[in-house]
């Protein structure tokens, strides 16, 4: 059985720090490309970071890009959204999901696996 967990996330008050990690079990991550997603109350689920198999590629939503670092153990079969300088709009649940290809992509639709999300709520 595949899952991915993730976890990390919390209550931070604007210009905080968070760092959301995602576990993934049932596969091995080496294989995966791994997509960070964020969903807002009433809005659709976004692209927020993707990181391709091997680490060196990775891609930013243009809101992050600068404030957000993706990154990836696949030794702890884990990745890792390091998220910096947070402000009130980047409060959403977010999403890891695995792709099977050695490549990275922001469609939310070609990722074949999905965590069941953390609540990241940035207010003072």
């Known amino acids: 059985q595949v899952q991915l967990v993730e976890s990390g996330g919390g209550l931070v008050q604007p210009g905080g720090s968070l760092r959301l990690s995602c576990q993934a079990s049932?596969?091995?991550?080496?294989?995966?490309?791994i997509g960070w997603f964020r969903q807002a109350p009433g809005k659709e689920r976004k692209f927020v970071a993707g990181?391709?198999?091997?680490?060196?590629?990775?891609l930013y939503a243009d809101d992050v890009k600068g404030r957000f670092a993706i990154s990836r153990d696949n030794a702890k079969n884990t990745a890792f959204l390091q998220m910096n300088s947070l402000k009130p709009e980047d409060t959403a649940v977010y999403y890891c999901a695995a792709l099977l290809s050695t490549v990275v992509v922001r469609g939310a639709d070609d990722y074949d696996y999905w965590g069941q999300g953390t609540q990241v709520t940035v207010s003072s």
């Open positions: 049932g596969i091995t991550l080496d294989y995966y490309g």
């Open positions: 990181i391709n198999w091997n680490g060196d590629t990775t």
